[in-house]
Structures are given as structure tokens and as C-alpha cells.
């Protein structure tokens, strides 16, 4: 198609949907051709995220400062240990702890050039299909088109929200650095010394535990695994009024997993069904994430379809010598998915289109990161975490008070990483054309590095970044979902009962799980809140607001 035949087609389409008329059939059909031919590109670069391994070798002097009972697991001959770059939990364990700059160096440009060779130029065919679709549709870019259905309605607003935080978050952000750098310098001697990409992760966790007598190892005896689990579901059974029930699962595609039903606490309503699948093994999903199976939805005979998802996780697999330990990030990153696997489940929406968590994309965070609250308040980890060699002791108040301020200390860090996906995101939707494919990757290097710190040279993050074919044009929608639940939370911190409170929890329940996107989500989250939105909570949460 020619470059006139195209703006002419583009026109043509707006002037349908304008006058709210079905497209004309020829035009439905290129649209759908294309379709199928981004839908398979896209499966083909999520596939190729999942698949790809790398195992970097390292002595045990290189991994000085990496936990011992992390050294057992990877250990690969009398001095050699394996780790696995394309692991979450090993790739952060090793940058959060290793001493040797070195070591986190390399294990960084094996990170960030997984699957580069394969998905590099598939993302940028993605891109420009992505775009070309968007432009016969009568939008400017991909990003104004995947926007238009969600709550920021458009890419400008989205641009302006990210950047309005990266300008909001800068002082903060320098102060951080300078903090890290400050300890480099003690480290190393070097007065010149810089923080450089493959050195936040570990000067952060440094300063938790210089500053702030926080070390994150050393607080993974109070979260043993089944501890956390069973914890977690007394929470959220009391708070919404259910009941989870073990079941045999009708099949099972790994040995260990395990499968619940849950019902209304106070009728017996059947409601749904989730899988467990926690730890690691070769081959699988690597990150965290919640998966619809079936989805909610009013059958024709008027009964309701109950809803079944999966947690697909990978937190520490117990060894010989003790349980799974999870650290307290890990215990938020549960809480969160699990409120996603409540959504899929509690709802009640007509349709399936509607029901769950197909709502926008820049909300569909909003109830799990305000789930992750629950995890930073001293009566709700008093409720199920205890040292698994003595059950008796508890997590210190004075180190949730130090947990906390590590947290604050290191926010402007953390967010502005956050930022720099989004930009990123927005700036590849925006800007990679039929014409400039092969700047794809330039073009996210640039936007990382500016945003957050400059990204090692011939590395290609993007490549192995999966959440730019979900989300494409819509990892903004993090900080959007963050926004709305800081504001959420303030109704389970207001009321009578904090986070353990069954009015607030059925609000939650009733109010947006319940209608999931079968009305407004701005209608939902104004009747939780029982006013208008604020942003002032998540500026405060963040430590830029009063």
C-alpha cells in the first residue's frame, strides 16, 4: 500500500468510527490480517523470553558476600558455582549481595543480553506492525491507540504523568545516589568512584544494612514459605468473608502443585478455583505472575461460571537443610499476586470481556499494589511471621521501624528504574516506525539510561523484557495503579480495624472486584473511597509529598 493509499485508508476508518459505523469489510479485513500476523510475531518473542537460559560460572571469590545456602544450591564442581542469568531469584540475590564489582558486571551484560539475538529483530517488526495498525486506524502511534480504552485515554497524559514524577522524584534520586556512592567510596577506596548500573542493587542493600541495620538475609527466618501462605490466606479470608479449601487437582503439570477451591465464608457459594505453582524448575515462566484459565462470566441457563487462574511464582525452593526462606520482598510480591488471583476470582460481571481483571491495564494493578500494604504493618506480620527455628519470636518492632526507613531511603532509586520502563515503553510506541527498526534498541538504551543511570555498552535489555509485548504502550499503568492504591489504602488505614477490617475488605469486594470493567473503573474506586481521588498519599508514600 502506498503512502497516500494509507493516509487515504487511515481517514476513511475515522470517519466510520466517528460517525459510529461499522468498518467496511475490505478495511476489517487488512486490519485482521495484520492482527494475526502481530499475534503470532508477539507469541513468538514471549516464547523466546521464556526459553532463553544462560548459566555464567563464577569461583567462590567472585561470589564473596553471596549467602552460603545460596552457594549450596548453584554449587557446580569444587570451585565452580552456576549461576542462572535468566533466574529472577538468582540474578538478584547475587547483585544484591556480591562484594566484587566484577562479578556483577558480568553477571549484568548476561542479564540484559538474554535472547538479544532472536528477539531483537522481532521487536522491532512488533513495533512497526504495532504502529502501522494504529496509523490505518486513524491514531498517531500505538501508545495513543492502546491508551484511548484505558483511564489515561491518551499518550500525552501518560508522557506528562511519567515525566512530571522523574522531574518530582530528581532531588531524591540524586540524594540516593550520592548515599550509594558515598559508600563506594569506603569500599573501595576510590574517591572518583561512580555508581554505575550493575552497582545500585547492591549499594542499596548495603545502605539497608549500614544505615539501617537491615539485612535482608537475615529476616528470611521469619517468612518460611508455608508459614506466609497460610498467613496470607487467613487474611484474606477474613477480611473478604471467604474459605479456601484444598482439592485434588484434576491433572497436574508439575508434581508439587496444589489447588484450592474458594467459597463465601457466610453462604457456601462456590466462587472459584487457583492453582498454586511456586518454585523454580528449568524450563519455566521465570518472573511472578497471576493467570486467568477460565474466566468469570452470567452462562445462558442463568448460573455463573466460576472463575479459575494460577499463580505461577518462583520463590526459594526449600533444601536439605531448611524450608523456603522468602525474603520480605518476596512476601509482598506474594501478597500481590495473590490479590490479582482475588480479582479473577470474587468477580461477578456479566461478561467475560468485562469480568476480573480485564479491567484497563493502568488499574489492574491498583488492588494488588494496595494489597502490599498488609506486609509493612506490624499486627499483620505478627498474625503468621515467626523465626521457623522458634516460632516464639517475632519480627522486632524496631526492625520493621528500620525496614521502613530503608525503604523511604531508597524509593527515588527504585521509582525512577520503575519510570525509566515506562518512558521507555512510550518512547518505543511513539517512536519506531516501518523506516527505523533498527534504532529499536538504541532508542530504549537511551531512554533507560537518561531516566534511571546509563545502561553497560552492547547490551540489549529490551530484548529480554516480556512486558513490553503485554503491556505494550501501558508500563506507565504501574505508577497509574500506584497512584490509586496508595489513595485505596487509606480507607483500610482509616478504619476501625486497619488492615484486618471486614467492612473495608467488603467495600474492596463489592465495590471493585465484584464489577471488575462492567462499569466505569472511575465510578468503582471514587465508591471504595467514598470521595474524589488524591494523589497526595502515593507523592507521600514515595517521599516527595507532605
Known sequence: MSGEDAKLFSETLRDYKRAGLELPKAQRDVVERMRKELTGLETDFENNVTKAQKAVKFTKAELDGVPDDFLQQIKAGDDEFSVMANVTVHYIRVMDNAK????????????????????VPLLGKILALRDDIARKLGYPSWADYATEVKMVKNAGTALRFLQDL??????KFD????EFRQLK????????????VWDWRYYANQLKIRKYSVDAEELRVFFPYQRVL??????????????????????????????????????????????????????????????????????PDGKYQRPVCALICNFPAPTKDHPSLMSHDDVETIFHEFGHAMHTILTRA??????????????????????????????????????????????????LSKLKEARLATEGTRYRRQLSFGLMDLALHTGIHDSNTAETTAIANRELSDVFLPMLPDTAF????????????GYYGYAWADAIAADMATVFEKAPNGYFDTNAGRRLREEIYEPGDSRDVN????????????IEPFLKQIGIGK
Do not use: C
Open 100 to 119: 566484587s564489582e566484577a562479578t556483577r558486571k558480568k553477571l549484568l551484560f548476561e542479564h540484559d543480553n538474554l535472547a538479544r539475538e532472536v528477539n
Open 166 to 171: 522523574k522531574t518530582g522524584l530528581q532531588p
Open 175 to 178: 540524594a540516593e545516589l550520592e
Open 185 to 196: 567510596i569506603k569500599e573501595t577506596g576510590d574517591p572518583n568512584a561512580k555508581i554505575n
Open 230 to 299: 497460610d498467613g496470607m490466606f487467613a487474611i484474606y479470608q477474613r477480611i473478604f468473608g471467604l474459605k479456601f479449601e484444598p482439592v485434588e487437582p484434576p491433572y497436574k503439570w508439575i508434581g508439587d502443585l496444589q489447588l484450592y477451591a474458594v467459597s463465601d465464608a457466610q453462604t457456601g457459594q462456590p466462587l472459584g478455583l487457583f492453582y498454586l505453582d511456586m518454585f523454580p524448575r528449568e524450563g519455566k515462566y521465570h518472573h511472578f505472575a497471576q493467570f486467568g484459565i477460565i474466566d468469570g462470566k452470567l452462562l
Open 350 to 399: 456479566k461478561y467475560s470481556r468485562f469480568s476480573g481483571t480485564s479491567v484497563p491495564r493502568d488499574f489492574v494493578e491498583a488492588p494488588s499494589q494496595m494489597l502490599e500494604n498488609w506486609v509493612w504493618d506490624k499486627k499483620v506480620l505478627d498474625s503468621f511471621a515467626a523465626d521457623y527455628r522458634d516460632p516464639s519470636k517475632k519480627i522486632p518492632t524496631e526492625i
Open 462 to 473: 529490551v530484548a529480554y523484557f516480556g512486558h513490553i509485548i503485554g503491556y505494550g504502550a
Open 523 to 534: 465510578i468503582s474506586i471514587e465508591r471504595f473511597l467514598g470521595r474524589p481521588r488524591s
